[in-house]
């Protein structure tokens, strides 16, 4: 029995075994010369490890034996190796060694003691236009990309290349972008983009845009581009997605409430929405698509923290109870957020689908101003932290774990445990040591380990939860 006669699954598996093995045994670093010397000049070259080898390159290397053996395992290996295509900038220029671009000669020049080096300079997207040269000659090899993530490009030429290659990929499912591509792209790149109802391939199932400040020429060039938003046309049709995450800040036209307000015109099939690390989009911008996709709606990741030093985002416009909507969404299962305000209405519904790590960040308790009284502040905490532990208790009966911590006056609650988490030296010193009467050492502290924002790094302390509502009603901790 030949080999290939074997089913498709059991040769796939011993394909993929080869390559893993290849991958394993293969060489994992480049090599190269320090300052390599300039036309005239004399110096001493020093041989060095330049750096891990990329893991497309790794997965080239591993198949090179399979591809030589016939048609169907060459065909097998470039499906392997164009399921994810992952396109860096280049830095430019830089000086380097006469170095062998096969990988499988680097013992040999390890041998070699006289090497040569010349000032080179490598185009920063070469990378980038010989992949959109293939795609373009090789639409089989297109046929195979199944993720592609780009990053470094920021230029209207490679935002060009890069819409080229996308509209190449028939059977692209998961796409991270540079954000200056909703930017510069027209409404046939974003129709091609996304693929829906185009008539070839599948919809795109996920979409990224990532941001970033960018230098001062690029900058001033995308603040000229009066390229109008596609996001305007009907025909920019967002209904096939089921994952949007946006991450990164940045000054130059950034992602904003009015692009979500379009996208949310069609955006009603999200099961997953990820905000992290930006500080333009509001509460508001970001529950126009949770309204969008209610019925669907699986995950929320509500992470707005940045570089610029804000503690919450800004709330907007919002014409919703929040804790309302939230807790009603049928198929929402994993939930980390920051809103305006909260209130024990979050967990009030012992029918939702929470499960994991459920993280909720607040300034303030709903329906509370400045002239709310004290004690009414601190009812509805525990009116609060009560209905946690009853959906938790609920979830737990259903055989599923869930945990709750709520991040609110600089602490952090955990309503199961009854703990709070927070630093109190001020609030030791204004009860003149008389508090806390018990403690203990808090395995949580400030951001990076907590989620709270922008905290002098130092221990934290864990008291009990009536022991810390005490504190609050004698004035000695402020809410």
Avoid at 60 to 79: G, K, N, P, S
Avoid at 89 to 116: H, K
Avoid at 117 to 136: E, I, M, Q
Avoid at 169 to 189: I, K, N, Q, Y
Wanted: net charge negative.
């Amino acid at each position: 029995m030949h080999i290939n006669d074997l089913p498709s699954e059991i040769l796939t598996d011993i394909l993929l075994r080869a390559a893993r093995a290849n991958q394993a045994e293969g060489e994992s670093f480049t090599y190269g010369l320090s300052q390599a010397p300039l036309p005239g000049e004399r110096a001493k070259l020093t041989k060095y490890v330049r750096g891990p080898v990329a893991t497309d390159s790794l997965r080239w290397d591993a198949t090179r034996a399979i591809r030589e053996v016939c048609h169907e395992w060459h065909q097998w290996a470039l499906e392997y190796n164009f399921e994810r295509i992952f396109e860096r900038r280049w830095r430019g220029a830089e000086r380097w060694a006469d170095l062998t671009m096969s990988r499988r000669s680097y013992q040999f020049y390890e041998m070699n003691q006289i090497g040569p080096g010349h000032a080179v300079y490598r185009d920063p997207f070469g990378s980038l236009k010989h992949t959109d040269r293939l795609f373009n000659a090789v639409p089989t090899a297109a046929n195979h990309v199944r993720r592609l993530w780009f990053n470094g490009f920021h230029t209207a030429e490679t935002d060009k290349l890069i819409l080229s290659v996308v509209a190449s990929c028939d059977a692209l499912e998961f796409l991270s972008v540079p954000w200056t591509v909703l930017r510069r792209g027209s409404v046939d790149d974003w129709v091609d983009l996304l693929n829906v109802n185009t008539g070839h391939g599948k919809p795109l199932h996920s979409l990224e845009l990532t941001a970033q400040c960018l230098p001062a020429d690029q900058a001033g060039a995308l603040e000229k581009d009066a390229t109008p938003s596609p996001l305007e046309h009907p025909a920019v049709d967002f209904s096939g997605l089921k994952r949007l995450k946006i991450f990164g800040n940045t000054l130059h036209k950034p992602i904003c409430d009015e692009d979500l307000t379009l996208i949310a015109r069609t955006a009603t099939n999200l099961k997953i929405l990820d905000f992290t690390n930006l500080s333009t989009i509001s509460v508001a911008g970001m529950l126009a698509l949770v309204k969008a996709s209610s019925r669907t709606l699986q995950v929320l990741e509500h992470s707005p923290r940045s570089d610029d030093g804000f503690y919450h985002p800004f709330p907007g416009h919002i014409d919703a109870h929040v804790c309302t909507l939230i807790s009603h969404l049928p198929q929402m299962r994993d939930l980390s957020m920051s809103v305006p305000y909260m209130c024990a209405r979050l967990f009030a519904n012992l029918e939702v689908k929470w499960s994991g790590e459920c993280q909720v960040r607040t300034t303030d308790i709903c329906h509370c101003f400045a002239s709310t009284g004290l004690h009414t502040r601190m009812e509805k905490l525990r009116e609060m932290f009560n209905a946690a532990r009853d959906l938790i208790a609920a979830r737990r009966r259903m055989g599923h774990s869930l945990s709750i911590e709520i991040f609110f006056a600089g602490c952090i609650f955990e309503p199961e445990k009854r703990l709070v988490h927070g630093d109190f030296a001020l609030a030791e010193i204004s009860s003149s040591g008389q508090w806390p009467a018990s403690r203990q050492s808090s395995t949580k502290g400030p951001y990076g380990t907590s989620g709270v924002y922008e905290k002098e790094e130092g221990s934290w302390d864990a008291v009990g939860e009536e022991e810390w509502l005490g504190a609050v009603g004698r004035h000695w901790i402020s809410l």
